[in-house]
């Protein structure tokens, strides 16, 4: 997965299979942040609050991707990695749809920021914070090096 002594973007951002350490997930999803922040704005003030939509859509696999391997380097599936850009997306759906409003919040607004708040705090605990399983596993080599 490394190039000299940088990072495969390619493969940290298209591919689901393998594992990623805690350091590659960081840096993905620190990459991935800012492209949205750069890319939302840019695309709101082009076709306006579409562009709002557009953004996750675009950084969806991305995101997926990036959580994959690093749910594989815990031993679980990587398909789990789908919760939090499938919540994502669907709030930034029903806010285009006019369905919620974070300016007059309802109880179904509440209940989508709650899971999403649930989902983060898994996320950065259990693919920031947490090791990855010592050793190879069956989706594929510890990416430390360490050996079982």
Do not use: H
């Not at 002594?5 to 594992?19: I, Q």
Request: aromatic letters at 10%; a positive charge; glycine letters at 14%.
């Amino acid at each position: 997965m490394l190039r000299g002594e940088g990072m495969d973007l390619g493969y940290l951002f298209t591919s689901t299979t393998g594992r990623i350490n805690r350091a590659k997930w960081w840096a993905g999803i620190i990459m991935i942040a800012i492209a949205s922040f750069i890319l939302s704005w840019i695309l709101a003030l082009l076709i306006g609050t579409i562009g709002l939509i557009i953004s996750p859509l675009v950084l969806l696999y991305p995101a997926y991707a990036v959580g994959a391997k690093r749910f594989q380097d815990r031993g679980r599936q990587g398909s789990l990695a789908l919760i939090g850009p499938a919540l994502g997306l669907l709030y930034n759906l029903l806010i285009v749809a006019g369905i919620i409003s974070p300016l007059e919040p309802g109880g179904l607004y509440y209940l989508l920021a709650l899971l999403m708040l649930g989902v983060g705090i898994w996320y950065l605990v259990d693919l920031g914070c947490l090791k990855g399983a010592s050793g190879a596993n069956e989706y594929g080599s510890d990416p430390l090096g360490v050996a079982a």
